[in-house]
């Protein structure tokens, strides 16, 4: 899922000022941001709830199933429709994916209510850790299942690097190496070393991404349009 | 031609030196550091912006050496440069007349003074010194021919006193794969594992130089303990330049014995001397290293 932080408040209040709006419809998400505690009920509340005490008139609020969707998006605020029509601007609180959705969905001035942080998996309940880029170009059949792109802060594939000390990371001081992890479970596995390594093809993850599935269906069942 | 892949593949024992250069465009601190240790090293190691802090490139400062009549090595940071820009440096550094190339990794940005840098690290170091090999045959990375090789001697780094040593062991015979034919070490201070390393990378011809550092004062041992990757000071180092009546002093002792006993086991040995450069001359006179007047 995709992790988010709150967003520094002062720069929030700034956006709305700059435009000079007064009424303020906010927008959060029931999925990931709901899950990561910055942009579900409660926190809308709670941003309505500040908004109104620095003395701005909350028009309505509501969190959208999937923020991130476009379809669901237009939907929600087709419901909301008077209270967003009455406000001078969007505070949502969502990742940017979202942030965008909404602004393509409503005409009015849209901010982002968060900051995108990363792609994270749920270590335990609240607990969130960057395991992968999405690089597009996977090494994890190489590295025993573990990402040496992102969770090694180099993201040297061929390491560890001199940084080394007691098996443990230098950057991330109270980690342990990746590629000493990389290499143990390697060995428990009866897999031997990871081998040397080809440099990467990071232009598998050039910007900006997209994929049609309904292109690409159309064309593996042999429909010419 | 490279003065240190002769003396090395030779057999004889090797002094490097370390030069860092200026944070501006005076070089003129950087020439009197040359000449002070200059004299007594087949050649000096012109870092590349070291930990991760800005100074005039590597490159400049090579070729600043090599026209004041001393051997440099080339260094070259994965951190800062992505594959077309190290390509490219590398030709730059072959035409400006570099020979010796110590490919490493590099500090991390967030321990530099630019920690809001982008790290970039399209390459590793294993993987720069299979590019660098790849040109000494006569190709780019995609394979393509160019217009003029190169023939670099290349060296990467190694650190022996980091354990797990297995995973450092086949990180080095990985690099030795990729085309690194000598290594320089970090600091020793565990003679054993020098000895070890040593000894594990025989089989594949490649040279070792032992790192010696000269540990000037307390402080210094702070700095090393607390800021520099990949290294630690013994307990029993430290104490013995802490509890010294002159630590600077000491520091030369300690750093003549090692350089003595390091010429027994490596195939060089590569002095840092972290300020006292005027003490080199000394360092190696006295362990017997250099006909120093």
């Known amino acids: 899922m995709i992790i988010t932080k709150p967003r520094d408040w002062a720069r929030i209040e700034r956006n709305l000022t ?50 991130c969707h476009s379809g669901g998006t237009r939907l929600e605020s087709r419901k909301h429709d008077t ?69 090694c802060p180099k993201g040297l594939l061929n390491g560890p690097c001199g940084g080394m000390w007691d098996g443990m990371c230098e950057v991330v001081a109270d980690r342990e190496c990746v590629h000493v992890r990389i290499a143990r479970r390697l060995a428990e596995q009866g897999r031997g070393a990871a081998g040397r390594i080809e440099p990467k093809d990071f232009s598998a993850k050039l910007k900006p991404g997209s994929l049609n599935l309904r292109e690409t269906r159309r064309r593996g069942t042999g429909d010419a349009r | ?24 465009t005076d070089l003129a601190s950087m020439r009197t550091a040359v000449e002070t240790v200059g004299p007594y090293c087949t050649a000096l190691n012109v870092t590349d912006n070291q930990g991760a802090t800005l100074h005039l490139s590597s490159l400049a400062a090579s070729r600043e050496l090599l026209d004041m009549g001393y051997e440099p090595i080339f260094q070259q940071t994965c951190r800062d440069r992505n594959r077309l820009a190290l390509q490219s440096d590398l030709l730059a550094a072959w035409t400006l007349g570099l020979r010796n190339l110590l490919v490493v990794t590099g500090d991390d940005p967030r321990s530099g003074d630019h920690p809001q840098a982008k790290g970039v690290f399209d390459l590793d170091s294993t993987q720069l010194a299979g590019v660098a090999a790849g040109m000494n045959e006569g190709h780019d990375m995609l394979g393509r021919d160019l217009a003029g090789a190169t023939d670099f001697y290349i060296g990467a780094a190694l650190f022996p006193e980091a354990e797990p040593w297995d995973v450092q062991l086949a990180r080095a015979e990985r690099k030795v794969e990729a085309g690194v034919r000598f290594f320089q070490t970090q600091a020793i201070f565990d003679l054993d594992k020098l000895e070890r390393a040593v000894a594990a990378l025989e089989p594949s011809g490649a040279k070792v130089i032992a790192g010696v550092l000269v540990l000037r004062s307390p402080r210094v041992i702070d700095f090393i303990n607390k800021r520099l990757a990949g290294l630690m000071v013994p307990d029993a180092v430290a104490d013995r330049i802490r509890s010294a009546t002159d630590p600077a002093e000491e520091a030369v002792r300690l750093a003549t014995e090692q350089v003595r006993a390091v010429r027994e086991i490596a195939h060089g040995v590569h002095v840092m001397p972290l300020g006292l450069d005027a003490e080199v001359p000394r360092i190696l006179r006295d362990a017997g290293l250099a006909d120093a007047e």
């Not at chain 1, 435009?19 to 509340?45: K, L, N, W």
């Not at chain 1, 792609?119 to 990402?147: K, P, S, W, Y």
């Open chain 1, 83 to 151: 209270e967003i029509a009455g406000s001078d601007a969007v505070l949502v609180l969502s990742c940017g994916a979202g942030v965008q959705t909404v602004a393509d969905a409503i005409a009015k001035p849209v901010f982002p209510g968060l900051e995108s942080a990363f792609l994270g998996n749920v270590v335990r309940h609240g607990v969130f850790e960057e395991r992968c880029q999405m690089c597009g170009d996977c090494v994890l059949d190489r590295t025993a299942g573990i990402c040496p792109v992102t969770t």
């Open chain 2, 1 to 24: 031609m490279s003065r240190l892949r002769d003396a090395l593949e030779r057999g004889d024992f090797v002094i490097t030196g370390e030069v860092a250069p200026p944070l501006g």
């Open chain 1, 18 to 67: 700059e435009i000079g709006a007064r009424r303020v419809f906010i927008m959060g998400c029931g999925q990931c941001a709901t899950v990561a505690g910055t942009g579900g009920e409660p926190e809308v509340r709670e941003a309505a709830r500040r908004l109104e005490e620095g003395g701005w008139e909350v028009t309505g609020w509501a969190v959208g199933e999937v923020t």
